[in-house]
């Protein structure tokens, strides 16, 4: 079955950096695109960053645009997320997402999520 | 930006029919998903492509889509439905982002 394990989460300051990881399995991990999707505490959904299955293009939303960069190495079905300048309004649960097989992004399988906190 | 909105909260009794909308300017030319999330819990897609139901999806749940307003219904609701549900579409101007709609609580009692 597909599954997914984020990893890398923790208490980092303000302005410094964060590297989240997703292990893939259950799946050909080089035959989807990728998402990182966040949630702060006690708010909605936020949708981050996509990287294609190659690996060769990347989207990202304008909070986390040249501070953030999503990558990924499909010979260890892992997921990236390098997180860089972390503020406080950062601070969220980061889950990893598969792309959905349509004409469209979605996200069709789902992480647990790994918890970051921005904060002295 | 591109916005979703749904409202805040809805509330139905067990074997009612829940209704939540999702109302945004791009939905006549791009598809509405639907996710659930209980409390603690990672989301659960329910809907893809405005109407079409997962493996595992209980057919109670279905979803449409007409003009900038798409639907989940949850027909003969149950307790273990209660949940929050977001909405969620891809942005129009063709730059691969995407945009939740705020979530609705979904109470049933």
């Known amino acids: 079955q597909v599954q997914l394990v984020e990893s890398g989460g923790g208490v980092v300051q303000p302005g410094r950096s964060l590297r989240l990881s997703c292990a893939a399995s259950g799946f050909t991990f080089s035959r989807y695109g990728m998402h990182w999707v966040r949630q702060a505490p006690g708010k909605g959904l936020e949708w981050v960053a996509v990287?294609?299955?190659?690996?060769?293009?990347?989207y990202y939303a304008d909070s986390v645009k040249g501070r953030f960069t999503i990558s990924r190495d499909n010979s260890k079905n892992t997921l990236y997320l390098q997180m860089n300048s972390l503020r406080a309004e950062d601070t969220a649960v980061y889950y990893c997402?598969?792309?959905?097989?349509?004409?469209?992004?979605?996200?069709?399988?789902w992480g647990q999520g790994t918890q970051v906190t921005v904060s002295s | 930006s591109y916005e979703l909105t749904q409202p805040p909260s809805v509330s139905v009794s067990p074997g009612q029919t829940a209704t939540i909308t999702c109302s945004g300017d791009a939905l006549p030319k791009k598809y509405a998903f639907w996710y659930q999330q209980k409390s603690g819990q990672a989301p659960v897609l329910v809907i893809f492509?405005?109407?079409k139901r997962p493996s595992g999806i209980p057919q109670r749940f279905s979803g449409s889509s007409s003009g900038t307003m798409a639907t989940l219904t949850i027909s003969g609701a149950r307790v273990e439905d209660e949940a929050d549900y977001y909405c969620y579409s891809a942005d129009s101007s063709g730059n691969h982002r995407g945009v939740f709609g705020g979530g609705t609580k979904l109470t049933v009692l």
């Open positions: 492509e405005d109407s």
């Open positions: 997402a598969r792309d959905g097989d349509g004409s469209e992004h979605y996200f069709d399988c």
């Open positions: 990287i294609w299955d190659d690996g060769r293009n990347k």
